[in-house]
């Protein structure tokens, strides 16, 4: 569920492109916010998002929150709390992590435990199908989200 002024053509300001949707999406399809666990392991149990000590506001580029650990904090990911214009793409490790999300407890094709993959990724994970995850705002305000594997 989301606030209907986060929606194209709402009221609530620099959060109105919808993209408030695609982050609840993403927690839907089993994602956290990429400040989950601050600088700590295991973050947020995706490989290919830099750590971060807290949630983002605004459009802070270039900031680095985790001096220790490798890499700017991930501002324009989706799963921040970033403005909707700050926000572009989700990682190829959160398309992985939706997709076995969703065969393990979304599609109704799961027979047995949960993937406990889920819990903790393995490098294991990564030698998986590759995945495509794309979510755009279109000129006419429709935000649309895909996911494909190959
Ligand atoms: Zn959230």
């Given amino acids: 569920m989301v606030a209907y002024d986060t929606l194209p053509g709402g009221d609530r300001n620099r959060f109105n492109q919808g993209h408030t949707a695609t982050h609840e999406i993403g927690h839907w399809l089993g994602l956290f916010h990429t400040f989950q666990n601050g600088c700590d392991n295991p973050g947020d149990y995706v490989d290919d998002t830099a750590f971060e000590r807290e949630a983002a506001s605004g459009c802070p580029r270039g900031?680095?929150?985790?001096?220790?650990?490798?890499g700017e904090d991930p501002v324009t990911n989706f799963m921040n709390y970033s403005e909707d214009a700050c926000m572009t793409h989700f990682t190829r490790g959160q398309g992985q992590r939706m997709v076995d999300h969703w065969m393990a407890f979304r599609s109704g094709?799961?027979?047995?435990?949960?993937?406990?993959?889920?819990?903790?990724?393995?490098?294991?994970?990564?030698?998986?199908?590759?995945?495509?995850?794309?979510?755009?705002?279109?000129?006419?305000?429709?935000?649309?989200?895909?996911?494909?594997?190959r």
């Fill in 63 to 70: 900031r680095d929150t985790c001096r220790s650990k490798s």
């Fill in 109 to 149: 094709r799961n027979t047995g435990e949960p993937d406990p993959r889920m819990a903790a990724p393995s490098s294991d994970w990564r030698r998986g199908p590759s995945v495509d995850v794309r979510a755009d705002a279109a000129p006419d305000g429709r935000v649309e989200a895909s996911a494909a594997v």
